[in-house]
Each structure stands twice: as C-alpha cells, then as structure tokens.
C-alpha cells in the first residue's frame, strides 16, 4: 500500500477487512484485500502512536479475537486467544464488535466491546485481556434483550480530557457511563424514545434502547451524536440528557452516523426505511447531511443510485489518516464522501487480485492454518 495516501478508509465485511487508499480529492480509489480472508471484520481501527491497526471479530472457525498489523495490513499477528468471559457464566463469547485504543496518556492501552454485551481492556496492545465486571454485574443486566444482530456491546467512546469518563451502547440496552473509571456504571439514556412497534406511543424507559451508533466530536468535549432504532440525538454533555433531532429526515430508523472531523455542527446519517426492512427508503441511497448540529437537514444523493438501491447501512466510521466520514454497507460497495463532504460516491466493488501483498497472512503463515479455537 502507498505510504503517501493522503486517505486511507477501513472497510469491515464477512469475508475480511479492505482498506481503501486515494488522494486528497477522493476521485479514484484502490483497493487492497481482503485481508485476513474469510474472517467476519466487525470494526477496524488504527494507532497512530504505535502504528498498529487493529481488526476485531469472531465466528466459530477463527475464533474471536483482536488482530494486531504493524505494517497497515500487509501481515497480521493473532494473539493466542481473545478476550474470554469468566468461567462460571453461562454465556459464551460469540464475536469481537468493537475495538477502540486507549487515550494519549495510556499507551499501549486497548478497550474491547463483545456480544454478548460486555466489555474489556488489555494493557499490552491487545495480548491479554481484563474482564469490566462492574459492567456485566449492572444491576439491570438481568433484564437486557438483545437487538436483531444479538446482545452486543457495539460502540465504546472515551473522554480525551477525563481519564475517568467512559461510555458504551448496548444493543438492545441503552447508553452506559462511568465517571470513576470503570468502578462502576449508570444509564445515560435520558430523553431518547423505545417505541419499537408501530404506531405505538413514545415511551422514555431509564434502560432498554435499542441504540445502533454514538459518535462523539473531539473539539467539542461533551458533544454526542446518537442513531438510534427510534430517532437521531444530540448530546452536548457527555449523555446526561439527549435532544432528538430527527426531524426532517424519511424515517426514525438508520444505523451509520458521522459527524466532521472539524465541525462539530455537521454530521451525516444514512436513515433505513424501518427497523425491519433494513434498506433505504423507496430503493433510492441518499446521506442526510445537517450543518447546524441537527435543526435542519439536507439530501445528499448524487452519485448514488437512485434505482433499486436495497442496501443495508451498518456502520459509520472515519478514515486512518486525514478523517472523513465513510459508511459500510453489507453486500454491497462501501459509500465514501468526497473532499469536504460536497460529493458522494461508493468504493469499487471489485476485490484486488494481488497475492504477494501478504494480505492473507497472519504471524508469517496463510490465514487458513490459524489456530482453531
């Protein structure tokens, strides 16, 4: 891969993880993968002060783990095991969704989200693990229900000036946070809906959300953006209460949400026609974008496909290096903004065919011998 790309995305699939390169204008694009082939890539996320990329999931063959590249996805390193539920526990860990390194203060410090909805952290670049059992025993824990993709513990958003302050979603549970470092944990859920069936009245539960993605913006400590089944929000303190802003747009349901890597007023949501459906309204892809941190919104459809466009938007997430929103749609080609988000297109659809790359090799051997669980 080009050393020089002034964009590099990070594209998760089930059939492993693509790495997108352009330049600064975001025309023309080059594909690199799959690496690790075969493996279910739930979330990637990349290192700058280590130069490690990260890539988390799981499935039964390969089993779940964090893979570890030094090298931008040319080779792969697999610990020898993933994080691990505590012997006792009636549940199993089943995939990796969530993968996010540690603060600038903490080197060498990962966090971890699984299904079924827990957490945990390595201090060791992701080597070994440590159970967050303040969060597994919440006193609610008992009464989660999973969201049509499982109980899983899908986004981990960290305080870049409290090192104490932590928060998660939880499909089907809600937002969580904790002030004392893990100590302990408290519903940050205030002001967000759980209507799910249809035409059913808006109810305000303390827990039980079927939130699909927070995003936090960085210049702005306290500032949240949340797409939930049931509505988009903004938060400007750190969850305490969430303001819905999804006036304006086709429905209340959509998973992806992005906001600028320098407004902290402009983000970008992708909606789906329902929360059953799971594709876009009328068959026509469109991002809505709002540059007044959700009072009004805008469509933003040239360049996409405007006919028979049945996909399924997962994920929102920011290139490794100069960020810029990107969205993953399951089996189709991943959409991508263009320079200042005044353009769309989707990636090339087509999988490179470069074996001597070493995309497909994990610790110096093929991926295809790694250690079963």
Known sequence: MGPQAAVRLLVGTRKGAFIAESDVDRREWRLHGPCLPGHQIMHMAFEPR????????????????????????????????????PAGSNEKLEKVWHVTPGR??????????????????????????????????????????PGAGGLCLHTIVLDPLERDRALVAISAAGVFR????????????????????PDQEPVYPEFGQCVHKVVPHPARPGRLYQQDHCGVYRSDNWGDSWTEITAGMPSDCGFPIAVHPHDPDTLYVCPGNSGYHHWVPDGQLAVY?????????????????????????????????NPGPVSRYEHRPALHLGRRGRQLGTLPSDV????????????????GRAARP
């Open 178 to 197: 904790t002030d004392d470092g893990d100590t302990s944990w408290r519903h940050a859920n205030n002001g967000t809906r759980a209507n799910f069936m």
């Open 352 to 367: 490179p065919t470069d074996p001597q790359r070493g995309h497909d090799r994990i610790g110096g051997r093929p991926s």
């Open 104 to 145: 600038a203060l903490d080197p060498g410090v990962v966090h971890a989200g699984v299904e079924p909805a827990a957490m945990f952290k390595s201090g060791d670049d992701s080597a070994t693990w440590l159970h967050i059992e303040s969060l597994s025993h919440h006193p609610t824990r008992s009464q989660w229900q």
């Open 289 to 321: 974008r709002s540059r007044n941190a959700g009072e009004t919104w805008e469509r933003l459809s040239k360049g996409l496909p405007q006919t028979d466009a049945f996909h399924s938007g997962r994920h929102g997430d920011r290139p490794a290096r």
């Open 50 to 85: 280590s130069g490690i990329l990260f890539s988390a999931g799981g499935e039964p063959w390969f089993g779940s783990r964090v893979y570890q590249s030094w090298d931008f996805g040319r080779t792969w390193d697999a610990p020898a095991s993933g994080p691990i539920i």
